[in-house]
């Protein structure tokens, strides 16, 4: 098969994708996050980041890392998103009953290993000792990058994966 051509596994997701597009009224939107919003999240599947705060496409510009934490990556996102797209307010947002959460960086590794069959020390995980202790940290990291601006608000919120509730933490 071609590399341009359609790869086998995916014919379901590109089935519910063009009935998603048989109604779609995204199209011409502007890129910028028109609630100001900006959000730092995990992975995890069971966070909808743009329900759960009530807002829509185009609201908000949504960052996700395992774990929720804030990365090189996602930091980077955050100065695009404050200085190009809108933002004005940063929540950074992990969750209960999170996985990167749940264990030390050698058990997640060892998990990973049995999984692929693979040797993964090389690997950096990054899990996370202490939840709040990583929120405050990514909280202060984003309020005093030079880039993000004392005019932005920055808060920390944990999300709770079976209530569906978010409580304010910094």
Same mark, same amino acid.
């Given at each position: 098969m071609?590399?341009?051509g359609?790869?086998?596994?995916?014919?379901? !997701?590109?089935a519910?994708?063009?009935?998603?597009?048989?109604?779609?009224?995204y199209?011409g939107?502007?890129?910028i996050a028109?609630a100001?919003?900006?959000?730092?999240?995990?992975? +995890?599947?069971?966070?909808?980041?743009?329900?759960l705060?009530?807002?829509?496409?185009g609201d908000?510009?949504?960052?996700?890392?395992?774990?929720g934490r804030?990365?090189?990556?996602t930091?980077?996102g !955050?100065v695009l998103?404050?200085? !190009?797209? @809108?933002? *004005? &307010?940063?929540?950074?947002?992990?969750?209960? *009953?999170?996985?990167?959460?749940?264990?030390?960086? +050698?058990?997640? *590794?060892?998990?990973v290993?049995?999984a692929s069959g693979l040797?993964?020390?090389?690997?950096?995980?990054n899990? /996370?000792?202490d939840?709040l202790?990583?929120? &405050?940290?990514d909280v202060?990291?984003v &309020?005093?990058?030079?880039?993000? @601006?004392e005019?932005?608000l920055?808060?920390?919120?944990?999300? +709770?994966?079976d209530? @569906?509730?978010l409580?304010? /933490?910094?």
């Amino acid at each position: 098969m071609s590399a341009e051509g359609p790869v086998p596994g995916f014919e379901d !997701l590109l089935a519910a994708n063009a009935d998603y597009a048989k109604n779609f009224s995204y199209g011409g939107f502007d890129g910028i996050a028109h609630a100001g919003v900006g959000v730092v999240t995990c992975m +995890d599947s069971r966070i909808p980041p743009l329900e759960l705060l009530g807002l829509k496409p185009g609201d908000a510009k949504v960052l996700r890392s395992a774990g929720g934490r804030v990365t090189e990556l996602t930091m980077t996102g !955050l100065v695009l998103g404050v200085h !190009l797209l @809108g933002v *004005r &307010r940063i929540m950074v947002i992990p969750h209960t *009953r999170c996985a990167m959460a749940s264990m030390t960086e +050698d058990q997640m *590794r060892e998990k990973v290993e049995k999984a692929s069959g693979l040797p993964a020390a090389y690997l950096t995980l990054n899990v /996370i000792p202490d939840q709040l202790e990583a929120l &405050r940290h990514d909280v202060a990291a984003v &309020r005093e990058h030079p880039l993000i @601006g004392e005019d932005v608000l920055v808060g920390g919120f944990m999300y +709770d994966v079976d209530t @569906g509730l978010l409580t304010q /933490i910094v």
